[in-house]
């Protein structure tokens, strides 16, 4: 649907009392700032309220620019929800469906997902496409996105946000991954995150939500990681770890480098990852979106069972 329910010009107040100013939101968005000034404008005048005002060189927004921010997300959800409503009146089953999602996902969980889906669905398609954490909420709210899947983290919006719908995906165990011949590659016994703390680590590259991860992992065992490398995938941190330059985590369902050895971790701070899945509030309601999340799920839990057993490993 490219017709417009909301005011768009909402959004852009949005962005600009998120990132704290009208330039700041005009290199963000990509766009002009001065044309996000008139558009602003131009809302102001049809409200018959003034959203910004100068205060010194800089622009802020005013007591009823802050109260619209405030209620904007009610507003965002009752336009999805009146857009879900319109193709259930027409033809739920077809249609397309926005999944993005991290690297890893896409192919454990994602593209398992569609070959399923495609015998199930023939009239109706997704579209994917790799993202990281960061992006999540800007591909949603753009629309360039239905359903992003994302770790839980700081960049995953809270269960009661007022704008985006969040559904646990799945629950997935993190091991620590060593070199062969490495202390813990042959331990019987337990292992514990915090007797990897002196050891070099391999990080994902920075920017990355991997990245961020691990040092959340080992922050709550008490050490902060050496980070000795960094790499771009889980496939290169593997094989950075079978060259023995370092230790890493790597997440349960992620396939590992034949040179390293996969160690399950144990007690209070052995690490998980909780995936979830991220939806425009309102959304959720279209029969597609939720046929979508069903598989996933499924998809999710049988890969995640399927690793377990080729790695020799109980849940």
């Given at each position: 649907?490219?017709?417009?329910?909301?005011?768009?010009?909402?959004?852009?107040?949005?962005?600009?009392?998120?990132?704290?100013?009208?330039?700041?939101?005009?290199?963000?968005?990509?766009?002009?700032?001065?044309?996000?000034?008139?558009?602003?404008?131009?809302?102001?005048?049809?409200?018959?309220?003034?959203?910004?005002?100068?205060?010194?060189?800089?622009?802020?927004?005013?007591?009823?620019?802050?109260?619209?921010?405030?209620?904007?997300?009610?507003?965002?959800?009752?336009?999805?929800?009146?857009?879900?409503?319109?193709?259930?009146?027409?033809?739920?089953?077809?249609?397309?469906?926005?999944?993005?999602?991290?690297?890893?996902?896409?192919?454990?969980?994602?593209?398992?997902?569609?070959?399923?889906?495609?015998?199930?669905?023939?009239?109706?398609?997704?579209?994917?496409?790799?993202?990281?954490?960061?992006?999540?909420?800007?591909?949603?709210?753009?629309?360039?996105?239905?359903?992003?899947?994302?770790?839980?983290?700081?960049?995953?919006?809270?269960?009661?946000?007022?704008?985006?719908?969040?559904?646990?995906?799945?629950?997935?165990?993190?091991?620590?991954?060593?070199?062969?011949?490495?202390?813990?590659?042959?331990?019987?016994?337990?292992?514990?995150?915090?007797?990897?703390?002196?050891?070099?680590?391999?990080?994902?590259?920075?920017?990355?939500?991997?990245?961020?991860?691990?040092?959340?992992?080992?922050?709550?065992?008490?050490?902060?990681?050496a980070e000795r490398h960094h790499a771009q995938d889980w496939?290169?941190?593997?094989?950075?770890?079978?060259?023995?330059?370092?230790?890493?985590?790597?997440?349960?369902?992620?396939?590992?480098?034949?040179?390293?050895?996969?160690?399950?971790?144990?007690?209070?701070?052995?690490?998980?990852?909780?995936?979830?899945?991220?939806?425009?509030?309102?959304?959720?309601?279209?029969?597609?979106?939720?046929?979508?999340?069903?598989?996933?799920?499924?998809t999710a839990v049988q890969a995640l069972t399927t690793q377990q057993t080729l790695a020799g490993m109980s849940?």
């Amino acid at each position: 649907m490219k017709a417009q329910l909301i005011d768009p010009a909402i959004g852009l107040l949005e962005a600009v009392s998120e990132y704290g100013g009208v330039n700041a939101a005009a290199d963000v968005l990509g766009r002009n700032a001065s044309g996000i000034s008139r558009q602003i404008q131009r809302l102001a005048d049809d409200l018959g309220v003034p959203l910004l005002r100068r205060r010194g060189r800089a622009v802020e927004l005013t007591g009823a620019a802050r109260a619209l921010v405030r209620e904007a997300p009610h507003l965002h959800a009752a336009d999805e929800r009146v857009r879900a409503a319109l193709v259930e009146a027409t033809d739920p089953q077809a249609g397309e469906i926005r999944v993005a999602a991290h690297v890893l996902a896409i192919s454990s969980i994602v593209v398992p997902a569609l070959r399923r889906w495609t015998q199930q669905r023939p009239a109706a398609s997704w579209n994917i496409r790799e993202s990281e954490p960061f992006n999540a909420q800007r591909l949603l709210t753009s629309r360039a996105a239905d359903l992003v899947i994302m770790p839980a983290g700081s960049h995953a919006p809270a269960s009661d946000h007022p704008r985006f719908s969040v559904h646990r995906l799945v629950v997935e165990p993190v091991d620590i991954i060593v070199p062969r011949g490495h202390p813990l590659a042959t331990r019987e016994d337990e292992v514990t995150l915090q007797e990897a703390a002196d050891d070099p680590w391999i990080f994902g590259s920075v920017g990355q939500g991997s990245r961020q991860e691990i040092l959340e992992h080992c922050s709550k065992a008490g050490f902060t990681p050496a980070e000795r490398h960094h790499a771009q995938d889980w496939t290169s941190v593997s094989t950075l770890v079978a060259a023995g330059l370092g230790v890493s985590l790597l997440p349960r369902m992620a396939p590992i480098h034949p040179g390293v050895v996969r160690v399950t971790l144990s007690g209070p701070t052995a690490p998980v990852r909780s995936l979830l899945m991220v939806l425009r509030r309102g959304n959720e309601r279209r029969t597609l979106l939720r046929e979508t999340m069903e598989i996933l799920e499924s998809t999710a839990v049988q890969a995640l069972t399927t690793q377990q057993t080729l790695a020799g490993m109980s849940s």
